[in-house]
């Protein structure tokens, strides 16, 4: 993903109070989405690695008035910095690749730890759409998914 030209992806950054560990742990806990992350219905883990977490997951979700299901391999090469997904199968989308970027804060106190968390994705839907309708579609998707992913992991690591 790191040598698509900037306009072929969406890319979006906020700032967690929580540690590289505790955001990495949200990532990786797909079973909850349906809980926080709006438009998806239902998850289930297919394949996982030696310690548990997930190689390849199917979700079922909502969006622009569609059900869509699609299947997500897991890369955890890099972990706890780096949670990437890409599609394998999928009805709706053509093309699915998304991760997560975490990185110690240099906001971050002796306190408090605090991680920039980096938030890539590129969608192309099989269904043709105006390029204004999934601009928009996109850019709600990244705000809700970077503010839910957010709260998601400072309640949880209080």
């Given at each position: 993903m790191h040598d698509l030209p900037a306009n072929e992806h969406t890319v979006?950054?906020?700032?967690v109070a929580a540690s590289i560990e505790a955001c990495f742990e949200v990532g990786i806990d797909l079973e909850s989405y349906p809980q926080w992350v709006q438009g998806i219905a239902s998850?289930?883990?297919?394949?996982?690695?030696?310690h548990g977490r997930p190689l390849?997951?199917?979700?079922?979700a909502t969006?622009?008035?569609r059900q869509a299901a699609y299947v997500l391999a897991y890369d955890l090469s890099e972990a706890p910095n780096r949670l990437?997904?890409?599609?394998?199968?999928?009805?709706?989308?053509?093309?699915?690749?998304?991760?997560?970027?975490?990185?110690?804060?240099?906001?971050?106190?002796a306190d408090e730890e605090m991680t920039d968390v980096t938030y890539e994705l590129i969608v192309d839907l099989a269904v043709p759409l105006p390029g204004y309708v999934k601009r928009r579609a996109e850019d709600k998707i990244l705000e809700a998914a970077l503010q839910r992913f957010a709260a998601r992991v400072e309640a949880r690591d209080r």
């Amino acid at each position: 993903m790191h040598d698509l030209p900037a306009n072929e992806h969406t890319v979006v950054l906020t700032t967690v109070a929580a540690s590289i560990e505790a955001c990495f742990e949200v990532g990786i806990d797909l079973e909850s989405y349906p809980q926080w992350v709006q438009g998806i219905a239902s998850v289930e883990v297919e394949e996982r690695d030696l310690h548990g977490r997930p190689l390849r997951a199917r979700f079922e979700a909502t969006g622009i008035g569609r059900q869509a299901a699609y299947v997500l391999a897991y890369d955890l090469s890099e972990a706890p910095n780096r949670l990437a997904w890409t599609m394998v199968e999928g009805d709706l989308t053509s093309r699915l690749e998304g991760a997560y970027l975490f990185e110690p804060s240099p906001t971050a106190t002796a306190d408090e730890e605090m991680t920039d968390v980096t938030y890539e994705l590129i969608v192309d839907l099989a269904v043709p759409l105006p390029g204004y309708v999934k601009r928009r579609a996109e850019d709600k998707i990244l705000e809700a998914a970077l503010q839910r992913f957010a709260a998601r992991v400072e309640a949880r690591d209080r």
